[in-house]
């Protein structure tokens, strides 16, 4: 059975820095594109970037460039977006999703990791 | 960057009506790159359509995808109960993906 698991909800400061996680199982954990979804309080969806964990090409919304980093180690096949210094705005639910082709949608997605960023 | 326009941006029906939910591009998208997903409140999104038009696995006959270029069109054809949720269009073109804003399709 396919699954993303990701970590537990996190409550930061302005101006922390901040690493969230998606584990897969199931599958062949370099063979997917996985990618990283914002949905703010009561808002939309929002596609921040995809990583192929084979060889770690990464593509970022203009959106999001420069604003957090995905990365993965596929040794323990877990996919990572991190950021440097959060704001207030990036209190937000984040998802990781599986893609496994880039006509076939997201299939597969993780439980959603909330992060509020408070002072 | 492709923009994606969803409407309309709510839709009140009652269980058994039929369900038209409509996606705009800003420019043309290929068929094989607009998927559809529902959410519900607490929960991911799960993919409903992939290619326009084909059913995700598990998914209901009742969903139906259609169109091509810039329209695209999710279809309920009978609300069932479990269906009233949130819906949202996704394309991918030129290395970027892009959600709609989403309808909510509520009871009326």
């Known amino acids: 059975e396919v699954q993303l698991v990701q970590s537990g909800a996190e409550v930061k400061k302005p101006g922390e820095s901040l690493k969230i996680s998606c584990k897969g199982s199931?599958?062949?954990?370099?063979?997917?594109?996985i990618g990283w979804v914002r949905q703010m309080p009561g808002k939309g969806l929002e596609w921040m970037g995809i990583i192929y964990p084979g060889d770690s090409d990464t593509r970022y919304s203009p959106s999001f460039q420069g604003q957090v980093t995905i990365s993965a180690d596929k040794s323990i096949s877990t996919a990572y977006l991190q950021w440097s210094s959060l704001k207030a705005s990036d209190t937000a639910m984040y998802y990781c999703?599986?893609?496994?082709?880039?006509?076939?949608?997201?299939?597969?997605w993780g439980q959603g990791t909330l992060v509020t960023v408070s002072s | 960057e492709i923009v994606l326009t969803q409407s309309p941006g709510t839709l009140s029906l009652s269980p058994g009506e039929r369900a038209t939910l409509s996606c705009r591009a800003s420019q043309s998208v290929s068929s094989s790159y607009l998927a559809w997903y529902q959410q519900k409140p607490g929960q991911a999104p799960r993919l409903l359509i992939y290619?326009?038009?084909s059913r995700a696995t598990g998914i209901p006959d009742r969903f139906s995808g259609s169109g091509s270029g810039t329209d695209f069109t999710l279809t309920i054809s009978r609300l069932e109960p479990e269906d009233f949720a949130v819906y949202y269009c996704?394309?991918?073109?030129?290395?970027?993906?892009?959600f709609g804003p989403g309808t909510k399709v509520d009871i009326k």
């Open positions: 996704q394309q991918y073109g030129s290395s970027q993906f892009t």
């Open positions: 999703a599986r893609l496994d082709d880039f006509w076939s949608g997201f299939i597969y």
């Open positions: 290619g326009a038009s």
């Open positions: 199931g599958y062949s954990f370099t063979s997917y594109w």
